[in-house]
């Protein structure tokens, strides 16, 4: 029989998602769970599993095409219920009653869940689609084809494990679609076996490829910047995780009544205090950054004004105040801001937060955060001090009630123990929702973090 996919919501209601690319094309055998497609959303890119088991009938949808959320994108001809294959279709008596409406598995998370066999199962009955498919012969039940690539039988490097992708970001393989080169045969220079760019650019230097891809590939190692070409503009069509952030930056400069403070702090304890940390054993293979202290100083300050941690419920009226944190990491990547955060941050010791900050970074950076990664955040912490910025006016992450910057660690005059000397000073902004967030309640906290980052000894006061 044949089975249509739509395409699901994944996660916190997003209404469309582009398809980058598929992983298999019409004729490919899948099994479950197989990835058949990569799929970028307004925030991240997601690997999407196939829900059914069978062979491919038809890619409804091309890559770099918008699909909205319910619309078929793309059609399996699967066993029947009895296991078999299906054959020429016989006449069938009308149906009693009507058909069930179709439901897609929810693709949350890690895919599509495997049906038990330890107890009946609701059964689905959606009618065939109204398309024209070629039906596969009985000799279509083979073993499954590699689920990465399409290609010609015996195209393939002897010894390739079939169930193995080619380690790559999802950048270089966008590059590697736009020259047309198969990534499997591309010998990795990164860490463990890593593909990077200059390995895609590097094997294009080889000349095994079409002329129209040679010469998008001598774009590509030799790049014009506008101005050599003579453009007078360029223009980049806003979508993804760009047009996303600007929606919601824009309401929420819109909703929330925003007003930041600042702090100046001199942080040489801090920074004497991260310098024996690195050296100590219990950090050893651990990446501390002044965001690591700054972090958990926020946690604590918590604690003592809880009131920043909670959101404004509009629709409801109410002041929602969370009990957990789950702590914002404002990240800069090629597709835009995105806001990952750490979840139950409050629970966890100083090392595990070091190790999940790094993590939460590079996963984001790489475009590869899920959409579970990017939702459920309770306050941010954004690093303009990596830029070389002293100071900012942040705009909250919509559904939170603060956001903090960092600026940078600069050497500066100042006054220490009623002399001048050269310390240690960083500039903290503090923006918030003042329809539930006081200025007492933000002057507070924002003290607090400044007092911990000033004397890292003050965690024992506030513990």
């Known amino acids: 029989m044949i089975k249509e996919f739509r395409l699901p919501d994944l996660g916190e209601g997003l209404t469309e998602s582009e398809i980058v690319s598929w992983k298999v094309g019409v004729g490919d055998t899948v099994s479950l769970n197989q990835i058949i497609a990569e799929v970028e959303t307004a925030k991240a890119v997601v690997e999407l599993p196939s829900p059914f088991a069978g062979v491919i009938t038809a890619l409804h949808e091309q890559p770099g095409t918008v699909v909205e959320v319910g619309k078929p994108i793309v059609s399996f001809e699967v066993k029947d219920d009895a296991g078999n294959q299906p054959g020429p279709a016989a006449p069938t008596a009308a149906p009693t009653e009507a058909?069930?409406?179709?439901?897609?598995?929810?693709l949350v998370g890690y895919g599509a869940v495997v049906e038990s066999t330890g107890r009946p199962v609701r059964r689905q009955r959606n009618a065939p689609v109204v398309e024209p498919v070629e039906t596969k012969p009985a000799e279509t039940k083979a073993p499954v084809v590699e689920p990465v690539e399409t290609e010609p039988a015996g195209t393939k490097p002897a010894g390739t494990n079939p169930a193995e992708r080619p380690r790559s970001t999802p950048p270089v393989r966008k590059l590697a679609r736009d020259l047309g080169v198969d990534l499997e045969k591309v010998a990795g220079t990164g860490p463990g076996g890593l593909i990077t760019r200059d390995d895609v650019r590097n094997f294009v230097g080889g000349g095994d490829l079409p002329a129209a891809a040679?010469?998008?590939?001598?774009?590509?190692?030799?790049?014009?910047?506008?101005?050599?070409?003579?453009?007078?503009?360029?223009?980049?069509p806003i979508k993804g995780v760009r047009k996303f952030t600007a929606a919601a930056m824009v309401s929420s400069a819109f909703t929330a009544p925003h007003v930041t403070e600042f702090l100046t702090v001199d942080v040489t304890p801090?920074?004497?205090?991260?310098?024996?940390?690195?050296?100590?054993?219990p950090f050893a293979g651990h990446k501390l950054t002044p965001l690591t202290l700054v972090a958990k100083a926020v946690l604590i300050a918590l604690?003592?004004?809880?009131?920043?941690?909670?959101?404004?419920?509009?629709?409801?009226?109410?002041?929602?105040?969370?009990?957990?944190?789950?702590?914002?990491?404002?990240?800069?990547t090629p597709?835009?801001?995105t806001v990952p955060n750490i979840k139950d941050a409050d629970r966890l010791t100083l090392v595990d937060l070091s190790s999940a900050l790094a993590g939460l970074t590079d996963t984001a950076?790489?475009?590869?955060?899920?959409?579970?990664?990017?939702?459920g955040g309770t306050i941010s912490i954004t690093n303009i001090g990596v830029f070389g910025i002293d100071a900012g006016t942040p705009i909250l992450n919509p559904g939170e009630a603060a956001i903090l910057a960092m600026g940078a660690v600069r050497?500066?005059?100042w006054e220490y123990q009623d002399q001048v000397a050269l310390r240690q000073v960083m500039t903290l902004s503090l923006s918030f929702d003042h329809r539930l967030v006081d200025g007492e309640q933000g002057?507070?906290?924002?003290?607090?973090v400044g007092a911990l980052l000033a004397d890292p000894a003050m965690a024992f006061a506030m513990a």
């Open 270 to 281: 801090a920074m004497e205090l991260l310098a024996r940390l690195k050296e100590s054993k």
């Open 303 to 332: 604690r003592r004004n809880p009131g920043l941690n909670a959101k404004w419920d509009e629709a409801n009226q109410e002041i929602v105040q969370f009990n957990y944190v789950n702590l914002g990491i404002a990240a800069a």
């Open 443 to 448: 002057s507070r906290f924002l003290a607090d």
């Open 214 to 236: 040679q010469e998008l590939a001598a774009q590509e190692t030799a790049p014009q910047s506008a101005a050599a070409r003579g453009d007078r503009e360029v223009r980049t």
């Open 365 to 375: 950076r790489a475009g590869k955060g899920s959409p579970e990664d990017l939702s």
């Open 99 to 106: 058909p069930a409406p179709k439901r897609e598995p929810n």
């Open 335 to 337: 597709r835009g801001l």
């Open 411 to 413: 050497k500066t005059p």
